[in-house]
């Protein structure tokens, strides 16, 4: 069974920095797209970042290029998303997700979830 895990999350202020982790369990997720998605209650979930594990192609959001980085450990089998420069807008639950199709365009379709973390920046 496939277990994603994250940790991470907490609160900031604005302007701070947070590093997410993602701990993958019982798949190795080799060639496949994995990645962090946000979802404030009563909206749409973003698409934050993503990375696909085969070539380390990266996909980001408007809202994360020049302040979020994602970046994958094979031989630990984890995922992680360094986050600079918070903004209150960055505040919600961040998921842990892996599957999909991936691109520099964009990701969808993931299938695998962790519970999530929560990141909350005050101003």
């Known amino acids: 069974q496939v277990h994603l895990v994250e940790s991470g999350g907490g609160s900031v202020q604005a302007g701070g920095s947070l590093r997410l982790s993602c701990v993958v369990s019982?798949?190795?997720?080799?060639?496949?797209?994995m990645g962090w998605v946000r979802q404030v209650p009563g909206k749409e979930r973003e698409s934050v970042a993503a990375?696909?594990?085969?070539?380390?192609?990266?996909y980001y959001a408007d809202s994360a290029k020049g302040r979020f980085a994602i970046s994958h450990d094979n031989a630990k089998n984890t995922v992680d998303l360094q986050m600079n420069g918070l903004e209150p807008g960055d505040s919600a639950t961040y998921y842990c997700?892996?599957?999909?199709?991936?691109?520099?365009?964009?990701?969808?379709?993931?299938?695998?979830w962790g519970a999530g973390t929560r990141v909350t920046v005050s101003s």
């Open positions: 997700a892996a599957g999909g199709m991936c691109s520099a365009l964009g990701w969808r379709d993931a299938d695998v």
């Open positions: 019982g798949n190795t997720f080799k060639g496949a797209c």
């Open positions: 990375i696909y594990t085969g070539s380390g192609s990266t």
